[in-house]
């Protein structure tokens, strides 16, 4: 079975300074790992994806993610924190039927 | 965006009705996908399709069926809400990739 596991489920950072929310996985197979960003009273939007390509990976809005196989983490960064950072974050795992297998969430709060 | 309605986009209900949720796509997407978001659980999966006609269940599928007559149109049907199914229902849809693109929710409260 797979799972992912989200280390925080609250994060507060201040404006400008660096964010990092932690994503652990596990998985019997090659994964594909994403990130998610959900605003209040919205959907889900793509930030960046790891399918087995370059291990560091650049989504938008400055934010990007390294893949360690060895320690079986996706971590999420960014290097300096904007008020319309504000979100939900979702790590998800790609499964067998192409579902995703979500994380519980992390809440970050921005602070000016 | 990905093109895909949700409807409705809200509704309340009381328990022991049916509810039919719909999701509509324009992107000719082969997978579709229903889950449901709960806090402190974050998105789980109810059913899903890879064709018209072919459906398999997720991780919480009591309680809940689909169908999909349609390439563009997938339903999710509880046949008799009760109020542990008050949540946020999502839609997402699939193609090469294994990206999912997400519809905007659809907020059901069962009284």
């Known amino acids: 079975a797979q799972s992912v596991t989200q280390l925080d489920s609250h994060v507060s950072v201040s404006e400008g300074t660096p964010v990092l929310l932690r994503c652990n996985y596990s998985?019997?197979?090659?994964?594909?790992l994403f990130w998610y960003v959900q605003h209040p009273n919205k959907g889900l939007q793509l930030l960046l994806k790891?399918?087995?390509?370059?291990?560091l990976v650049k989504g938008i809005n400055g934010f990007e993610a390294e893949f360690k196989k060895s320690e079986t983490s996706f971590h999420l960064t960014k290097p300096s924190a904007h008020m319309s950072d504000a979100a939900e974050y979702f790590c998800?795992?790609?499964?067998?039927?192409?579902?995703?297998?979500f994380g519980s969430g992390t809440q970050l709060t921005v602070l000016p | 965006d990905a093109g895909i309605t949700q409807s409705p986009r809200h509704k309340v209900t009381e328990t022991g009705t049916p509810v039919t949720l719909r999701c509509h796509q324009t992107?000719?997407?082969?997978?579709m996908y229903w889950y449901r978001q709960d806090p402190g659980h974050g998105l789980r999966l109810i059913h899903y399709?890879?064709?018209?006609?072919?459906?398999d269940k997720g991780e919480v599928s009591d309680g809940y069926s689909v169908s999909r007559s349609k390439t563009e149109d997938f339903l999710l049907t509880l046949e008799s809400a009760t109020s542990s199914q008050t949540s946020v229902y999502f839609c997402?849809?699939?193609?090469?990739?294994?990206?999912?693109?997400f519809g905007e929710g659809s907020r059901l409260t069962v009284l």
């Open positions: 998985s019997s197979y090659s994964p594909s």
């Open positions: 997402a849809i699939s193609e090469g990739s294994r990206e999912l693109f």
């Open positions: 992107e000719n997407h082969r997978y």
């Open positions: 998800a795992l790609s499964g067998s039927a192409r579902q995703l297998t």
């Open positions: 399709s890879y064709g018209v006609k072919d459906t």
């Open positions: 790891y399918t087995s390509a370059a291990t």
